[in-house]
Each structure stands twice: as C-alpha cells, then as structure tokens.
C-alpha cells in the first residue's frame, strides 16, 4: 500500500457554495490531522448547462466530473451536498465520512414572511419539491423555477424581478448570506430535501488507507439519520423530479423518521413517519417507503409528466 501523499487534494465545484463547503472540510481534516490539504477546482456541466436541474436527470450532474477525477486519479477525495448524490451507490466509490449536519431546513429569502407575501407574489426556487410543499401552504402565488448560484437567486429579489426565493438554510449561513433570510421553515411546513444540510466525503473503495484517514470526520448519528432519508427516497424511486421530502433524528437511541410524498400541484400528500433503532437505519426508510406506496404515494408520483 502506498502512503498517503503529503497533501491530499480535495476536488469541488467551483461555484462559491462548494467550495466554501469544501474549504470547511478541508480545514477540519486540517486540525484533527495536521495533514496539508489542497482544493481542485472543477466544472461539471451541472454547473454550465441552462437547462432545468429536473430536465438534466437531477442529481447526477454535478458529481460525474468530480468522480471521473477520482478515478484518474487527479484528486484524492470530494466533497459533496449530500442531496446531489444519487441514492444508488456506485460500488467504485464510498462515502468515507458524512461530517455532523448543519441546519437541515429550508429558508426564506426575501423582504418579508412568507405569510405576508401579497396574492399572487413570484417565488423563485429550482426544487420541485419545494413547489408542491409550498402550494399545499399557499396555491395563491406563483412559483417560478429558477437556477444558477444562490447570489444569482437571491439577486432576483434585490432587484425585484421576484419577491422572494427558497434556498436551504445551511447553504446561506456557509456563505455568511443568514442575515437576508426573513423566514425559516420547520420541517411541519416543509420537509427537506433528504440529506439536506449534511456534507458527503467521497474517495475510490480501493484506497483503504485513505477511506481509514477520511473516516475521523464521520459523524454517526448523521450517517444513520440520512441513510434512512435516502433509503426512502430510494425505495420510493423518486429522482429529484418528484416531490419527495424526508427527514430523520437519531437522538443516540432511537431514530425517528419522516417522509412525505406530495402532488405537484400541492393538493394531495402521503405523509408517514416511523421510529427504530439507528443501527437498522435503512431498513427504516425502506418500510416507511412501502408503507407510502401502500397508502396510494405511488399515485402521486405517478402524476407528473415528465
């Protein structure tokens, strides 16, 4: 087995949310190791494209860059939003450390509550999910996708083209935009994206020496939480394009779980949770998963057209 090398390089996109992300990562390894870390820089067509994220397949796209230079070895690990990950794993890859989760809710960006906003105000958001769950609270706005980086989303309302923008919480505290925020949304209004708010470590399978190195930042009541997210999503075999939203606690004992899938249009939701313990964290989120198909959540999804 070859030693590590001296610096390690950590490859990211290149917009400002991932690297920032990437350089908090980095910069832990950093102070737990001592190990000198170096970022990369790389473009995925997730980042260049101007195509919708759902038209694009969804998650996929902004990873298979960073994984194509893992296996050419041009970088030695990556850091990801957990929710860009496909659920499936890719057996070549695994998913060394998942660090503890920051805030997992969605927020409001705007001048005012999301309660204040007049009939028929814009709000911007690139997440089918967010449309349904914010339809079923308010039919009376109009929801307009969007896409690009969270300034150019939030550059939308500076200059009025829209009256507010959902993004995830966690993502504007990383990049110190927290104090533009009017509104954070608890999960009983909106359930988040699942993984959202947590940071995924991936390396090459192959490199245990690596995988052993990466693992000092795993968190593992957030691995178990998320892997029940996933697994729901999986089982549910929902791409980013249907409106699923998932998430789970794991208080050290026991993990509580839940999950909802929601009609495009916000009328119609199947809403479950259930509770077990963390070490059976995906089979938690599989059963929860069939038990939603069994109360009709396979209709819903069923209903958007693609």
Do not use: W
């Not at 102070?31 to 980042?47: H, N």
């Not at 190195?213 to 999503?233: I, Q």
């Not at 026991?254 to 949770?273: C, F, H, M, P, Q």
């Amino acid at each position: 087995m070859t030693p590590l090398p001296q610096a390690l390089r950590l490859g990211t996109r290149r917009s400002l949310m991932a690297t920032t992300q990437s350089q908090m990562v980095a910069d832990a390894y950093v102070q737990r190791t001592g190990r000198a870390i170096e970022l990369v820089g790389i473009t995925t067509f997730g980042d260049v494209t101007k195509a919708h994220l759902a038209q694009l397949g969804g998650t996929g796209v902004f990873v298979s860059a960073l994984r194509d230079k893992l296996i050419d070895d041009e970088v030695d690990f990556a850091v990801h939003s957990l929710k860009d990950l496909p659920t499936t794993q890719d057996p070549r890859f695994t998913l060394a450390a998942i660090p503890a989760r920051h805030d997992h809710r969605d927020a409001l960006v705007g001048p005012r509550k999301f309660a204040d906003l007049a009939p028929g105000a814009r709000v911007g958001t690139g997440s089918p999910r967010r449309v349904a769950m914010l339809s079923a609270l308010r039919p009376d706005l109009e929801y307009v996708p969007i896409r690009g980086n969270a300034d150019t989303r939030i550059g939308k309302v500076t200059s009025g083209e829209l009256d507010a923008v959902v993004l995830a919480s966690a993502g504007l505290t990383r990049i110190g935009r927290d104090a533009e925020v009017a509104q954070i949304f608890e999960v009983e209004e909106l359930l988040p994206a699942p993984g959202q708010g947590a940071l995924a470590v991936e390396c090459r399978a192959d490199r245990a020496d690596l995988v052993e190195f990466l693992g000092v930042l795993d968190d593992p009541r957030t691995r178990s939480a998320v892997t029940a997210e996933r697994a729901v999503l999986n089982a549910l075999e929902a791409g980013c394009s249907a409106p699923v939203g998932a998430f789970a606690a794991d208080d050290g004992h026991t993990l509580n779980l839940t999950a909802v899938v929601v009609s495009i249009d916000g009328r119609e939701a199947v809403r479950k949770s259930a509770a077990g313990s963390p070490s059976e964290a995906a089979n938690l989120g599989r059963l929860l998963a069939t038990e939603m198909i069994s109360a009709g959540a396979d209709r819903l999804m069923g209903e958007q057209s693609h």
